[in-house]
């Protein structure tokens, strides 16, 4: 898991009750802390789930990725997607609330992209939210923003 907003001790104290194996800062990305489980036959999303109970919206959590390469990604929450043509304020908007999300920013140097958040950021999962995206006509492709951390060879 990836958690912003919230001190390594304040969230180790807060989810102590959990089977955690550890939880670090990013060096990389000070603002993110990774929450390792102990138990690596737990359900991911159970776990996301009730971390974000005990965490409630004093942080962003979400599940850390890894790249083709290995490298581990730590998504901020925030979709980004590019849409077969230019669309409208009004549009993004009205896409937005049939999808239970919000246009948070435009992209000033690709007016075909978009940036959007969840609205309910404590049930959302980021994956099932790109793949309703991926699914409409207008979107052509979405992905979640993330911070990296990249491995020298």
């Given at each position: 898991m990836s958690v912003t907003?919230?001190?390594p001790e304040v969230i180790a104290k807060r989810l102590?009750?959990?089977?955690?194996?550890?939880?670090?800062?990013?060096?990389?990305?000070?603002?993110v802390v990774v929450v390792e489980l102990e138990n690596e036959e737990t359900d991911p999303r159970a776990a996301?789930?009730?971390?974000?109970?005990?965490l409630k919206d004093e942080a962003q959590?979400?599940?850390?990725?890894?790249?083709d390469y290995g490298n581990e990604l730590y998504p901020t929450g925030t979709i980004n997607v590019r849409?077969?043509?230019?669309?409208?304020?009004?549009?993004?908007?009205?896409?937005?609330e049939e999808l239970g999300l919000k246009c948070v920013?435009?992209?000033e140097f690709q007016p075909k992209q978009a940036s959007f958040e969840?609205?309910?950021?404590?049930?959302?999962?980021l994956s099932s939210e790109i793949s309703r995206l991926e699914e409409r006509p207008e979107v052509r492709k979405a992905?979640?923003?993330?911070?990296?951390?990249?491995?020298?060879?």
């Open positions: 907003g919230l001190d102590e009750a959990l089977p955690i194996a550890g939880v670090t800062r990013v060096s990389e990305h000070p603002d996301l789930l009730e971390i974000r109970k005990l959590v979400e599940l850390a990725l890894e790249d849409f077969s043509d230019t669309p409208s304020d009004e549009e993004l908007d009205a896409l937005g920013s435009r992209n969840p609205i309910d950021k404590m049930a959302a999962d992905w979640p923003e993330v911070r990296a951390r990249y491995r020298r060879y």
